[in-house]
């Protein structure tokens, strides 16, 4: 979890506590996900469940947020393909100078096309179906992120690039060894200056 996300989960945890002074974490925890994970090491997909859970206890009457809160794999997963797995394939696939999206919209359609048999990403299913390498179920949605991260690394290899150069030049926020350590850093001393 993000400092963020750790935040948020304890916020929710107190209100659930202050809702039903005898709920049990962990019961909630394998309530939400079928068994008991540490809060320290939830997924994203886990934290959005569990989140959930207890915003039911919160506030049940609020269907909205319980199912905002369930919808999140589906935006994450399709912000990670739309936004920034475009934007490396546009620099790949184009001139580092000239990133080509519309090459890369077509490579990403036409890789839905030959793996799930449409074009649209978007309504590719969140549901874990699907056995991967590592022997975990995948959805449709998490199977196409991974293969086009595979193609992705496929290509940068190609381009003698390295995850640094390439995320600079999509414009994205860089998230190499290097650059995560200098982040911590400067939350660091931002932290102990406070």
């Given at each position: 979890m993000t400092p963020k996300q750790r935040s948020y989960y304890w916020?929710?945890?107190?209100?659930?506590?202050?809702?039903?002074?005898d709920a049990d974490r962990h019961e909630l925890h394998v309530q939400a996900l079928g068994k008991d994970?540490?809060?320290s090491?939830?997924?994203n997909a886990q934290l959005d469940l569990v989140i959930a859970e207890f915003q039911a206890i919160i506030d049940p009457s609020n269907l909205e947020?319980?199912?905002?809160?369930?919808?999140q794999v589906r935006k994450r997963l399709t912000w990670k393909v739309a936004m920034e797995q475009t934007s490396l394939l546009a620099v790949l696939l184009g001139e580092p100078a000239r990133p080509d999206r519309q090459a890369a919209q077509?490579?990403?359609?036409?890789?839905?096309?030959?793996k799930f048999g449409t074009e649209d990403f978007a309504g590719l299913s969140v549901e874990h179906r699907v056995r991967g390498a590592s022997g975990h179920e995948k959805s449709d949605l998490e199977t196409?992120?991974?293969?086009?991260?595979?193609?992705i690394n496929g290509l940068r290899g190609e381009r003698d690039l390295t995850i640094h150069q390439l995320r600079t030049l999509a414009g994205l926020k860089c998230t190499c060894s290097q650059c995560a350590r200098r982040t911590r850093g400067r939350q660091q001393a931002l932290y102990h200056a406070a």
């Open positions: 916020s929710l945890w107190s209100q659930v506590r202050s809702t039903w002074p994970v540490s809060s090491a939830l997924t947020a319980q199912l905002r809160q369930l919808n077509a490579y990403i359609r036409a890789v839905c096309r030959d196409l992120r991974d293969t086009l991260d595979s193609r």
